[in-house]
């Protein structure tokens, strides 16, 4: 648990906010991939599986993840990466490889397939004997392992109430709303640009256990800074000065949204900055190599 200090960041203060360093556990896979990975694992050794397959862009933190964990675990991993020739040499792509993972490139027309059941079997035939992630681990499978993240926030926060987590396929946010009771509040800042479908999302990837969950919770659709990985001025400004005066880094896609959400909600007064915030950092630093401004 890391406590923001009060010193304000373009004028608005972060008092009052902590925020839940996911980014700092896991080792060669810090943040939520993690948790919505563990499951796959233990379904490759039961079902004796040598390999799993997954989907992901060239800056993926998902297959990131997968080749780590892959390469600790001792599992052969496999990604089937969105060709962008110029991103070939990601740095996050050299990772990959050098933990072992198998890379193919398949075109962008392709890849739309990529939730397609006889796409998905061609795969799994090709890396047989083989289990299937979906991209970014969005399952209730993933959802039940990010279950872990909300006996973490009891555990380690037992006075938080109000919850704030960024949101790509909603499974992280998920796990919170099915772990959670109703005396929590849990707002999800979506990283996507009028993904108005994120609550039916939400609501599908709830683990059966937990379809009659009372927590709050709700998506904001209004600080994707111009859709999925795009960065505007604000942001790149946000993102600068928050690290600068924290000493916290953040990452263009996920976290830096969400705190650029507290400090908007903050700035117009619609939430007060005496209030007490939990914000998950759910890591994805890796992803910082892909913006030079970052440094
Ligand atoms: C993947 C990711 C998310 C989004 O998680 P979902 O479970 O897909 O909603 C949030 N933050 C970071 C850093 C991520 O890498």
């Not at 960041?9 to 060669?28: E, N």
């Not at 072992?100 to 079997?121: K, L, P």
């Not at 998506?219 to 690290?243: K, P, Q, S, T, W």
């Not at 117009?268 to 992803?287: F, K, N, P, R």
Request: overall charge positive; glycine content about 12%.
């Amino acid at each position: 648990m890391h406590e923001l200090s009060d010193t304000p960041v373009l004028g608005v203060s972060f008092d009052h906010v902590s925020l839940l360093r996911l980014d700092q556990t896991g080792g060669l896979a810090p943040g939520n991939k993690a948790f919505k990975l563990r499951h796959y694992f233990f379904e490759a050794k039961r079902l004796g599986a040598a390999r799993l397959i997954s989907f992901g862009g060239p800056w993926s933190n998902h297959l990131h993840a997968l080749a780590a964990m892959g390469c600790q675990l001792g599992v052969e991993t496999v990604g089937i990466v969105r060709g962008e020739l110029r991103e070939e040499n990601s740095a996050m792509l050299s990772d990959a490889r050098r933990w072992g993972m198998h890379i193919v490139y398949v075109s962008r027309e392709d890849y739309r397939q990529r939730n397609e059941a006889a796409y998905q079997q061609k795969f799994i035939e090709r890396f047989a004997p083989s289990v299937l992630i979906p991209e970014g681990g969005a399952s209730r499978a993933g959802a039940r392992g990010c279950m872990a993240v909300a006996d973490i926030i009891r555990r380690k926060a037992p006075l938080a109430r109000h919850i704030v987590v960024p949101v790509g396929t909603g499974t992280t946010m998920a796990g919170l709303v099915a772990g959670l009771d109703e005396s929590f509040e849990i707002d999800g800042i979506s990283a996507l640009k009028g993904a108005h479908d994120l609550t039916q999302r939400v609501k599908a990837l709830l683990p059966r256990s937990a379809r009659n969950s009372r927590a709050h919770w709700r998506i904001l659709h209004d600080y994707h800074c111009g859709g999925f990985a795009r960065v505007n001025v604000l942001l790149r400004e946000f993102m600068l000065a928050f690290e600068t005066i924290h000493g916290v880094e953040l990452d263009p896609v996920y976290t830096g949204k969400m705190l650029l959400a507290i400090h908007q909600l903050r700035a117009c007064g619609v939430w007060h900055e005496g209030a007490s915030v939990l914000a998950i950092h759910t890591g994805g630093l890796q992803g910082r190599r892909g913006y030079s401004w970052l440094g």
